[in-house]
């Protein structure tokens, strides 16, 4: 079993910056990648950004340049920071955790969200 919980969402005014984090815990043997996806009202769940065990970093379109994400040293925490934060980034932001168990098994794990809101 593998839990997923994000913190740091919250009320910001547009133009400033906001930083996510997200701890994987649980029976895991190795990670395979740590990323986020948001969701917004009324639309489909989108990548924001995920970074690979390799340390390589894919983003979505709207993420590049004002987003980053990271992994501390291989371990179980990932952050995203955001930056010129802009109302239509309001949505539900998710933690997204590929993850071997000490079982053996390959998963695909999610936390519950972190609510960010962008607005004067």
């Known amino acids: 079993q593998v839990q997923v919980v994000e913190s740091g969402g919250g009320l910001v005014r547009p133009g400033t910056s906001l930083r996510l984090s997200c701890v994987a815990s649980g029976n895991i043997r190795s990670i395979h990648f740590m990323g986020w996806y948001r969701q917004a009202p009324g639309k489909e769940r989108e990548l924001v950004g995920r970074v690979a065990s390799g340390g390589n970093t894919y983003y979505g379109d709207h993420a590049k340049g004002r987003f980053t994400v990271s992994r501390d040293n291989g371990g179980n925490r990932a952050t995203l920071q955001m930056t010129r934060l802009k109302p239509e980034d309001t949505a539900m932001y998710y933690c997204?955790?590929?993850?071997?168990?000490?079982?053996?098994?390959?998963?695909?794990?999610w936390g519950q969200g972190t609510q960010v809101t962008v607005s004067p």
């Open positions: 997204n955790v590929g993850a071997t168990t000490t079982q053996n098994r390959l998963g695909d794990y």
